[in-house]
């Protein structure tokens, strides 16, 4: 990636949240899935924007360039990303994957300075059946006895076949993705626990998602797994000025698989969207 340097901000309970930054045009800022750090997920993506667009790349605290504090809660890390926003001066547009798609949709909620939101497959855990919910607790079940055992990387293969169709986990196991996550495994499982606690409103409600009023584009693969077409749906319905999109031939791991077609979207999104009025 051309042309790359840091940015720091620090939050009001005294974490550094820490971004790489590349390219040049107006800011899109890139919020993280559950299982990585900004840099892991987005590295095949942003090469293909920084000609157009200043990416910056932060990683949630505990992970990459941030540092490390014991809440982890959903309403600290938006509170990190507003934090981040603001120390920008300028209106920007946000990216999120996954459990960051969630992030950004409430801190959309929220800020005047975020002037266009692209959301792609929230993973939004009350809109999930009763097998998927299941499924999704007993995997982080194993998930922690496999991190008490010292097996990092088994463990983050663990929870990446929730999100992940056969192929794209196959793809990204075999890149190394899940390997160079694994380290993440403590800080995952700490943020899973940490859940229930908040109490605050959540990116599924439709009181939040009907409050953002930039323009919204919801992106979804067409092979992805039902719980996230669901997911996609009740933000593409509920957000006032949203419009859908699909990813031929994605999965939820699109960012790592897909990234020229996601970018392509992405710029056809936002390009018009940051235009001056």
């Known amino acids: 990636m051309s042309n790359q340097r840091t940015h720091y901000v620090t939050t009001t309970d005294g974490v550094t949240i820490g971004a790489t930054v590349h390219g040049q045009g107006p800011p899109l800022v890139f919020l993280q899935g ?7 997920d987005f590295q095949a993506l942003v090469p293909h924007l920084a000609s157009r667009f200043t990416c910056h790349v932060p990683s ?24 981040y926003i603001d120390s920008l001066g300028q209106p920007a547009g946000l990216v999120g994957w996954s459990a960051g798609a969630d992030l950004a949709l409430a801190a959309a909620a929220r800020s005047d300075a975020v002037n266009a939101v692209a959301v792609y497959e929230p993973a939004l855990p009350n809109l999930m059946d009763e097998q998927t919910r299941a499924a999704y607790f007993e ?14 990387t088994e463990a983050m293969r663990a929870v990446a076949g929730i999100p992940f169709n056969d192929d794209e986990f196959a793809a990204a196991d075999n890149a190394g993705y899940l390997q160079a996550a694994g380290r ?49 749906r009740h933000v593409a319905d509920h957000v006032p000025n ?29 390009a018009p969207a940051q235009q001056p009025a």
Do not use: C, W
């Open 184 to 232: 993440y495994v403590p800080n995952l499982l700490s943020t899973i626990q940490q859940q229930p606690e908040y109490q605050g409103p959540t990116p599924d409600d439709p009181a939040v998602l009907g409050a953002i009023t930039s323009p919204a584009l919801v992106l979804q693969g067409s092979a992805s797994k039902a719980f996230l077409t669901r997911s996609v």
């Open 242 to 270: 949203a419009r859908a999109q699909q990813i031929p031939g994605a999965g939820h791991a699109a960012p790592l698989t897909h990234p020229e077609a996601l970018a392509e979207a992405l710029t056809g999104f936002f």
């Open 60 to 83: 949630n605290r505990g992970r990459g360039l941030s540092g490390d504090h014991p809440d982890l809660s959903s309403g600290r890390m938006i509170d990190d990303i507003l934090t």
């Open 139 to 152: 995997t982080f079940a194993r998930m922690s006895e496999l991190a008490d055992e010292g097996r990092l």
């Open 34 to 40: 559950l299982i990585g750090d900004g840099d892991l």
